[in-house]
């Protein structure tokens, strides 16, 4: 096992790293950008090291401050939570020729499910369902013949693309000009790569995601599936597991076929597939992401299992110690996303409790919320025995969690608890969008 790791990542997901690496005895190492001097990831580390800028690309973005702060502090590993370098290839082959262990997948698998073409064609082959769409399009040209060849409407994705940026819907030809431009733009901006691809868009649809581990010997376990459909601008809002549109039936179906695709493929570590559900329970793959998810808890609070730290044990050479005839799905859980509207100095801060009940955050009182990174605060996830006392119990908890000083969405996230169409189960990805 390790005995220091790096969290290259800041904000919740590496106070939540740090917490994990704590509870299994091993040190660990912060990096931070000068934006993030008082962040609560620095005081909690055993070391920290600034390691530039608050701008993104000259600090969490930086492979190779990254690397060299893990080689001066003489961490073993680096963990990269997700976001930033998460998912990004040639970091992971720099961990690798430094002879730093990169928490998550090899660099060869890395590429090829991060280019999202190959990783259908990987699992198409492997008897998943996709959805049907074209190669990489170049140019606006190439897009309109691939729209016609798929029929409309269709989504204009981003190659290297992740948290909703890069993709626009287009309904007609005339409309894809526009979109390809600003996809493209979009893409360049958010990953450095501005290549798109089309599919044809299944709507209305439910976004499906299933979460797997996998460790060196080939066990593949899937702990459950995550409904992420309460979306506003393809931006997940909350997330619940199980999903209440998936029977006992297709549920089984879906693990049996994720679990075989995962072996076949010859993926180690966490990774999460995700899926459209169309009104008549068909279900079509569209991408892998090889890294922790930020929903990851609400799989943990319904199954018990530690996520983070068998992605550590995973790295460090450690076989998973059981199968999956020995994974539980307890009752139902609910996470919700509390964003922040607008940068902010967090006053009075009050954190809801009680059995089941979690918050992860890296805000403290007298923070400042900075606005060079993602509007997330922190994950409130409930859970509970049947769908309706969850709901009941992420109401009260959302009721009960106070902010100040730092504009937020938790009263539209009562709003959405509250709903007839959140309560009855029957939301698409649409729903909120509808709402306006």
Request: charged share 20%; net charge negative; hydrophobic share 40%.
């Amino acid at each position: 096992m390790f005995s220091k790791i790096l969290i290259a990542n800041r904000g919740e997901i590496a106070v939540r790293i740090i917490r994990a690496c704590k509870e299994m005895g091993i040190a660990t190492v912060a990096v931070y950008s000068q934006a993030d001097a008082d962040a609560l990831h620095v005081a909690l580390a055993d070391q920290s090291i600034c390691i530039g800028s608050p701008a993104a690309a000259d600090s969490y973005l930086n492979l190779e401050r990254i690397v060299s702060a893990a080689l001066v502090t003489g961490a073993q590993a680096i963990h990269p939570g997700y976001g930033f370098l998460s998912e990004n290839a040639a970091f992971a082959r720099l961990c690798q020729d430094n002879k730093l262990t990169f928490i998550g997948p090899t660099p060869e698998v890395m590429e090829l499910l991060s280019d999202k073409q190959r990783a259908k064609a990987a699992l198409e082959q492997a008897g998943v369902p996709v959805i049907p769409g074209s190669r990489i399009v170049p140019d606006v040209p190439a897009a309109l013949e691939a729209a016609e060849a798929v029929g409309y409407p269709v989504m204009l994705k981003a190659r290297a693309g992740g948290g909703g940026r890069g993709i626009r819907l287009v309904h007609k030809p005339d409309e894809i000009e526009s979109a390809f431009q600003l996809a493209s733009q979009e893409s360049q901006s958010a990953f450095g790569d501005p290549t798109l691809y089309l599919e044809r868009c299944v709507h209305p649809a439910r976004h499906i995601e299933v979460q797997i581990l996998a460790d060196e010997a080939g066990n593949t376990v899937c702990l459950g599936e995550r409904d992420c459909s309460i979306q506003q601008h393809n931006q997940k809002l909350i997330e619940e597991t199980p999903s209440p549109a998936l029977s006992t039936a297709q549920r089984d179906t879906l693990i049996r076929g994720v679990t075989q695709a995962v072996c076949q493929i010859g993926y180690v570590n966490a990774g999460t597939l995700e899926f459209l559900l169309d009104n008549s329970g068909n279900y079509y793959f569209m991408e892998m992401n090889v890294r922790l998810q930020v929903e990851h808890a609400v799989t943990e609070m319904l199954t018990g299992v530690d996520i983070v730290k068998w992605q550590i044990r995973i790295a460090a050479g450690v076989l998973l110690n059981f199968a999956q005839k020995d994974v539980s799905f307890r009752g139902t859980a609910l996470e919700c996303r509390i964003n922040a509207a607008a940068p902010g100095k967090v006053g009075v801060l009050h954190v809801p409790g009680g059995p089941s009940v979690r918050f992860d955050t890296y805000l403290w009182s007298g923070l400042t919320v900075s606005p060079y990174y993602d509007a997330l605060l922190g994950k409130l996830i409930v859970h509970a025995g049947t769908r309706e006392e969850t709901i009941r119990k992420m109401d009260a908890a959302l009721c009960e969690l106070v902010i100040e000083g730092v504009p937020n969405n938790i009263e539209k996230q009562i709003r959405i608890i509250q709903s007839v169409g959140f309560r009855s189960g029957h939301y698409d990805l649409d729903s909120l969008n509808k709402e306006g």
